[in-house]
């Protein structure tokens, strides 16, 4: 099991920048592929973008294609959600995830988590 905290969330104005924090603990965390969710009042969750354990491979939803980039620091236990050029669609509680399988080579849309964080609140206003 891994468990994971979120941070870096806040209030931001339409056009601005936020980056999310995500730190892991547990048993071996670099071992697992790392993602990010998000989901706005009175909508499903939707997925964002994953990293695999490595960070050689990525992948990111078509609404933040280009916008947001997601990283990882295995020296750090730590995953990033890096926010840029942020629309007021992008409102919602983010979600830090671990995979529920280890050492995955690619990661995507089907990638399967089994761990999550309590989530940070991203409010962008326009």
């Known amino acids: 099991q891994v468990q994971l905290v979120e941070s870096g969330g806040g209030l931001v104005q339409a056009g601005g920048s936020l980056r999310l924090s995500c730190a892991a603990s547990?048993?071996?965390?670099?071992?697992?592929?790392m993602g990010w969710s998000r989901q706005a009042p009175g909508k499903e969750r939707e997925f964002v973008a994953a990293?695999?354990?490595?960070?050689?491979?990525?992948y990111y939803a078509d609404s933040v294609k280009g916008r947001f980039t997601i990283s990882r620091d295995n020296a750090k236990n730590t995953v990033y959600l890096q926010m840029n050029s942020l629309k007021s669609e992008d409102t919602a509680v983010y979600y830090c995830?671990?995979?529920?399988?280890?050492?995955?080579?690619?990661?995507?849309?089907?990638?399967?988590?089994?761990?999550w964080g309590q989530g940070t609140q991203v409010t962008v206003s326009s």
């Open positions: 995830a671990a995979s529920q399988t280890r050492f995955a080579a690619r990661v995507g849309p089907n990638t399967e988590f089994g761990s």
């Open positions: 547990g048993r071996t965390p670099g071992s697992y592929a």
């Open positions: 990293i695999t354990w490595t960070g050689a491979n990525t």
